[in-house]
């Protein structure tokens, strides 16, 4: 598999004549606007709120928490930055379990009682960072991320899996080290999480939040429910029953809260699990079930998107208005959600032009989009694009293709990207994540995230030579 790294193409021109050699559709505006008035610098109305222009921060945890899930320091730093980025929809900060046993790893943070002031003041930090570079927070909008990871649940130590899970399923089930059926969560278990959600929700909306994201991503518990076929009872089997998680939190959070928004982070769609190959690079891993795969098709490794348009129908039906879309997830099909060059550790070589990844989301969202333009859709995995995400960026907001940019690895190497786009400042080439996957390799080998190669503050921290060597054992 050979193609260029994207730093290799020098200018629109060849970036445009490499997409156009290997049929990659993508977008592209040549000239990129500036100011309150261009496509990237225009605001947007939801929920009859102002958002004040088209970028938004998605998601993104470090692993960085307390053990009993309060901030550090690196937490306030990261949310800091989420704010001096000048973007004006910061969709959930980061994952925030609803209870101890859901939480992904033992420093994920965690939403309860004697943890909320200091989450309410991570949304504070924020805003008032926002403030001080940009003065107007009336058209910022900040929601936060609540999850439960289901089979990917690490609470307790950062090696050992404790799974939740929503079926049984071949592949998944090996890697997680499920054996029987023992992990399955019953559908009273699932009823008490849907109270716990609900009170999590509330306890959001009293720290500051403008809403709340009931994640359905990335193979955490709301999404594998999306998939859960194979599942008898209240909570599978029919697209109803499997719809009946989010339905029923988000009545309940309807009736608990006066004025608190619902959004959802969906993974719009799924591909099989992918394991290394031939020379390591991915292919689609043998004996997995295509069947158990939420907007995939039957071939493992398609999408089919009638599922997902369903639900989004669902979701304009009960309220919702926002969907921050991505896609597979970060656990069994990386190149699919977040396209990268170098793989991560527990990865694969790139089975495919990672810009193949970046056009499969932005053209599931456009085809979405088309189909509820009343909805507004944040689009994710733009960071691949690297020098050219604005003119792309630019031309998906142009043609309707998704409302807002969404920003994952690129704000971790260069925080100040929108601020600079909108106001046209110089291009801080240096800053530009090259998808070298360190935030994703550290916490994988039980290390804070960062972005190690390019923040000069990670850069300087002792954990940058833990990861060097993890990363050469890895190498042998
Ligand atoms: C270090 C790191 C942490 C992440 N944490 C979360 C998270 O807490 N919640 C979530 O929905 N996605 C999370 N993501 C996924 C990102 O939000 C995003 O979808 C992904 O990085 C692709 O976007 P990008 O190409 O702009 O990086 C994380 C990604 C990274 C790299
Ligand atoms: S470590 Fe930095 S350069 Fe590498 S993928 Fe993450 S943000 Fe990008």
């Not at 033992?106 to 009682?113: K, R, S, T, W």
């Not at 809403?211 to 089997?237: I, M, N, T």
């Not at 694969?348 to 990844?357: A, H, I, K, M, T």
């Not at 690129?410 to 786009?421: K, Q």
Request: hydrophobic share 35%; net charge negative.
């Amino acid at each position: 598999m050979s193609y260029p790294r994207v730093a290799s193409l020098k200018n629109g021109e060849s970036f445009r004549r490499h997409l156009s050699d290997s049929s990659i559709e993508l977008p592209f505006a040549e000239e990129v606007g500036t100011g309150p008035q261009s496509p990237l610098g225009s605001s947007i109305e939801v929920h009859g709120q102002s958002i004040g222009n088209r970028f938004c921060i998605l998601p993104m945890e470090g692993w960085d928490g307390t053990t009993e899930g309060k901030p550090t320091d690196l937490t306030r730093r990261r949310w800091q930055n989420f704010g001096l980025s000048g973007a004006k929809l910061i969709w959930g900060g980061e994952a925030v379990a609803v209870r101890h046993d859901g939480r992904a790893n033992p420093n994920q943070l965690l939403i309860n009682e004697a943890n909320l002031g200091e989450i309410a003041s991570l949304r504070d930090e924020l805003v008032n960072t926002h403030a001080d570079h940009f003065g107007d927070t009336n058209d910022l909008m900040v929601g936060l991320q609540l999850t439960h990871s289901g089979r990917y649940a690490k609470p307790n130590d950062k090696k050992r899996p404790e799974p939740r899970v929503v079926q049984r399923n071949v592949v998944l089930d090996r890697r997680v080290g499920v054996e029987d059926d023992s992990a399955i969560l019953s559908d009273d278990e699932l009823s008490q999480l849907i109270d716990d959600f609900i009170t999590a929700a509330v306890a959001a909306e009293r720290a500051g939040f403008t809403f709340v994201d009931v994640k359905h991503c990335h193979g955490y518990l709301g999404h594998e429910l999306l998939a859960g076929v194979d599942r008898p009872g209240r909570f599978g089997g029919s697209f109803e029953n499997r719809t009946r998680f989010l339905r029923d939190i988000v009545e309940g959070i309807r009736g608990a809260t006066s004025g608190l928004h619902v959004g959802v982070r969906l993974s719009v769609f799924d591909f099989v699990p992918y394991c290394p190959g031939e020379d390591r690079v991915g292919i689609a891993e043998p004996d997995s079930e295509p069947r158990k795969t939420f907007g995939g098709n039957a071939t493992g490794d398609g999408m089919d998107l009638s599922e997902p348009s369903r639900l989004i129908t669902l979701m304009k039906e009960i309220g919702i208005r926002m969907v921050c879309t991505t896609a597979g997830s970060p656990y069994y099909n990386p190149h699919i959600q977040r396209p990268a060059f170098f793989p991560p550790s527990d990865g694969y070589q790139p089975p495919e032009d990672p810009l193949r990844g970046v056009a499969r989301q932005i053209a599931a969202v456009a085809e979405l989009k088309k189909r509820h333009p009343e909805m507004t859709f944040i689009g994710s995995g733009y960071t691949y694009l690297q020098d050219y995400l604005p003119n792309v960026g630019q031309a998906v907001i142009e043609q309707q293709m998704a409302d807002s940019i969404g920003l994952g690895r690129m704000v971790l190497s260069y925080p100040e990207l929108p601020a600079d786009v909108i106001a046209g400042r110089d291009w801080q080439r240096k800053k530009v994540c090259r998808t070298f996957s360190d935030c994703t390799t550290a916490p994988r080998e039980g290390i804070v995230s960062g972005c190690y190669p390019l923040d000069p503050f990670y850069k300087n921290r002792e954990e940058r030579e833990w990861l060097k060597a993890a990363k050469a054992r890895l190498q042998k």
